[in-house]
T-cell receptor, first 112, second 111 residues
Framework: DAGITQSPRHKVTETGTPVTLRCHQTENHRYMYWYRQDPGHGLRLIHYSYGVKDTDKGEVSDGYSVSRSKTEDFLLTLESATSSQTSVYFC???????????FGPGTRLTVL | GENVEQHPSTLSVQEGDSAVIKCTYSDSASNYFPWYKQELGKRPQLIIDIRSNVGEKKDQRIAVTLNKTAKHFSLHITETQPEDSAVYFCAATNTGNQFYFGTGTSLTVIP
């Protein structure tokens, strides 16, 4: 597996609390992505980054923000978690010679 | 933006038979088409990909074909085995910035 880690791997939180998920890579890839995966919806892009401090929105960005202050770290923040944000969150990286995309192990988030 | 549709959503085959999953895309500028396999509780894993300058690519029992004119690409798995059971996702991208995914095909190989 490409050098991608996510933390935490599991989290249970309550509605209205802020939550931050971390993605860390050791591949020095340019692009980093946050997806959420829900039954029947496949993988939906939340936000992505194309460099340090360069980020853009994906198709389901409402309620989420991101930051990338270092090449290796991409943070996803839920400002005020809602039950609809219960999901599995995958980080991904891309940018090698062939620009292939590789996924992290995922974070299972439950918002009660 | 790009729109990727994937069919079928579920597929059952007997062990040893072939499986075919099809995807269509809308943006003629898309030029890279990866396929991912996701086992239950695991991350999606890249299994094969194809670029727009190639019509077919094969890797042992799996192959991918691309028809740029019709804007569709397909995954072919021959001599299926129980360990091929998983969810398969297709994707398309034209810049490498954003990858657009199909909604997945759940493949079951019956021993």
């Amino acid at each position: 597996d490409a050098g991608i880690t996510q933390s935490p791997r599991h989290k249970v939180t309550e509605t209205g609390t802020p939550v931050t998920l971390r993605c860390h890579q050791t591949e020095n890839h340019r692009y980093m992505y946050w997806y959420r995966q829900d039954p029947g919806h496949g993988l939906r892009l939340i936000h992505y980054s194309y460099g340090v401090k360069d980020t853009d929105k994906g198709e389901v960005s409402d309620g989420y923000s991101v930051s990338r202050s270092k090449t290796e770290d991409f943070l996803l923040t839920l400002e005020s978690a809602t039950s609809s944000q219960t999901s599995v969150y995958f980080c991904a990286i891309a940018g090698g010679f062939n620009n292939e995309q590789f996924f992290g192990p995922g974070t299972r988030l439950t918002v009660l | 933006g790009e729109n990727v549709e994937q069919h079928p959503s579920t597929l059952s085959v007997q062990e040893g038979d072939s499986a075919v999953i099809k995807c269509t895309y809308s943006d003629s500028a898309s030029n890279y088409f990866p396929w991912y396999k996701q086992e239950l509780g695991k991350r999606p894993q890249l299994i094969i990909d194809i670029r727009s300058n190639v019509g077919e690519k094969k890797d042992q029992r799996i192959a991918v074909t691309l028809n740029k004119t019709a804007k569709h690409f397909s995954l072919h798995i021959t001599e299926t085995q129980p360990e091929d059971s998983a969810v398969y996702f297709c994707a398309a991208t034209n810049t490498g910035n954003q990858f657009y995914f199909g909604t997945g095909t759940s493949l079951t190989v019956i021993p």
